[in-house]
């Protein structure tokens, strides 16, 4: 599932919609969520360098971590970084995202260029020292934009690395506001970040939740009780710690809500999903069924009790033929016209009958009929 959402941001918008946005959300039992966002990054960033993504540039808002640390992540993954600089960069609000450490030396709220003081091959970085201006970030963002991909109809991608981050210092009306304005603008092709869900009111989570078009949810790992029975308590610690449930929600063009599940792993190499088995799935499915107090389906025996009951409004005949009154005549001379007697002349039935005449032949046959003649009553 972890390859259908870079699949989705790799291939960004189509021409009118908005840009596919994925929210990444963790808790502290499961703190795996920038493993996750690591691995994503990655991948597209093999997409960029191999032109087979939409976007042909990535900006990376470093909120939680240092622009050093994105530098060694993508040497340590076999990254070629020396011409990073034409299709990534990393905007630092990281470092001083308040402008507090040299605001005496240097005009708060400026964008400058920062250079590795090791004077190794680096990533592209520039500062920005007022992160509560929401705005200007925009701004910021959609310049570094053009200047990865220039003023053409190319696209770019944007990583926020930290959206808890990003509400410390904004409102989540200026953050949504952010989003909104991202996912409309026609030089971005994706937008994928990170949020620590347990850090903030379900209120904020759901309005983040309803301005992604994917929603993946870092769940903690728990194994069926026969597993933890034979399972020794260092085995419990590892499973716990190093494995998870990544559980994804997402839109359809078609509006539909497509709802996947699958396992992980963290290890030294980093992180490593694996399909989720079928039960899982089927659990999923079930949970999507609305809870009612009934079955939504029949069993073999249920239908053939069925198809053996008899309706109150149909004729049972009993064995003897259905006679049905079709206005002209009574029951009683239709019987004696079939059934003449010997002698020419009608009983007496001892039983009174009513007896009706038609106005005119040119009447409907049907007009004067009982409409409840098919009644069993």
């Known amino acids: 599932m972890a390859d259908s959402i870079c699949r989705t941001l790799r291939d960004g918008a189509l021409e009118g919609e908005l840009a596919p946005t994925l929210t990444i959300k963790d808790s502290l ?8 966002f690591s691995h994503i990054l990655l991948q597209l960033s093999s997409h960029v360098m191999a032109q087979k993504s939409q976007s042909q540039g990535i900006v990376i808002v470093a909120l939680s971590q240092s622009p050093s640390s994105y530098t060694a992540l993508l040497k340590r993954n076999g ?25 005496t030396r240097k005009p708060v709220n400026v964008v400058t260029n920062v250079t590795d003081p090791s004077h190794q091959i680096s990533l592209a970085t520039s500062s920005y020292k007022t992160v ?12 570094l934009g053009r200047g990865l991909v220039g003023e053409n109809k190319s696209r770019i991608c944007v990583a926020i690395d930290s959206l808890s981050e990003l509400l410390r210092h904004a409102s989540l009306q200026s953050v949504a506001g952010l989003l909104s304005n991202l996912r409309s603008h026609d030089q971005i092709s994706s937008i994928f970040g990170l949020l620590h869900s347990d850090l903030h009111e379900e209120r904020a989570v759901a309005v983040l939740e309803y301005m992604s078009s994917m929603v993946a949810s870092v769940d903690p790992y728990h194994p069926s009780a026969d597993v933890q029975k034979g399972c ?16 994804v929600r997402s839109k359809r063009r078609n509006g539909r809500v497509r709802v996947t599940c699958e396992e992980f792993k ?33 069993s073999e025996k249920e239908r053939i009790d069925r198809s053996n009951v008899v309706l109150p409004f149909e004729h049972q005949g009993n064995g003897e033929p259905i006679q049905i009154y079709d206005g002209r005549r009574s ?10 007697t010997s002698s020419g002349k009608k009983e007496d039935s001892g039983m009174g009958e009513i007896i009706y005449f038609r106005d005119s032949d040119d009447e409907m046959p049907d007009s004067d009929e009982d409409p409840d003649d098919d009644l069993d009553i």
């Open 79 to 103: 990254v070629d970084v020396t011409s990073s600089s034409k299709w990534i960069h990393v905007l630092d609000c990281y470092t001083d995202p308040l402008g507090w450490k040299d605001k």
């Open 232 to 247: 020794l308590e260092n085995s419990l610690y590892e499973q716990n710690f190093t494995k998870g449930k990544f559980n």
């Open 29 to 36: 039992a499961s703190p795996f969520a920038f493993h996750v």
């Open 266 to 298: 963290v290890g030294p190499g980093g992180i490593i999903f694996t399909s989720g088995s079928s039960v899982d799935g089927t659990a999923i499915a079930a949970g999507l069924l609305p809870k009612v107090q009934f079955n939504l389906q029949l």
């Open 331 to 340: 029951l009683e001379e239709n019987s004696s016209e079939a059934n003449p």
């Open 132 to 143: 509560k201006d929401v705005d200007k970030l925009f701004s910021v963002i959609t310049e």
